[in-house]
């Protein structure tokens, strides 16, 4: 078994920052790429930012400058320093994770239940 926990969100005025954390805990073998999703209401699920075991990153147009994606591979952990907030970056945000399970050596992708992330004055 397998659980990515999300953490950190919530209501923040615009311009403000937030830290979310993603930690994943269970039978893990390895965890290859991470990834942070987000979906506003009535909007599909897009991807914010993704970083590669090694430490490689890809981001968002939309996000550009203003996140910063990293993790912690002996923690199991990933997180998304989030600065310069719009009302538009309002939504759900979730995270994702491509991970081997320990003796099967099975390999699936995993999802968070979400964290609010709200901004508005």
């Known amino acids: 078994q397998v659980q990515l926990v999300e953490s950190g969100g919530g209501l923040v005025q615009p311009g403000g920052s937030l830290r979310l954390s993603c930690a994943a805990s269970?039978?893990?073998?390895?965890?290859?790429?991470m990834t942070w999703y987000r979906q506003a209401p009535g909007k599909q699920r897009e991807l914010v930012a993704t970083?590669?075991?090694?430490?490689?990153?890809n981001y968002a147009d939309s996000v550009k400058g203003r996140f910063t994606i990293s993790r912690d591979n002996a923690e199991n952990t990933m997180y998304l320093q989030m600065n310069s907030l719009k009302p538009e970056d309002t939504a759900v945000y979730y995270c994702?994770?491509?991970?081997?399970?320990?003796?099967?050596?099975?390999?699936?992708?995993?999802w968070g239940q979400g964290t609010q992330v709200t901004v508005s004055s």
């Open positions: 269970g039978n893990i073998f390895r965890i290859y790429d």
């Open positions: 994702n994770a491509v991970i081997i399970e320990k003796v099967t050596l099975i390999q699936s992708r995993y």
């Open positions: 970083i590669s075991r090694g430490g490689n990153t």
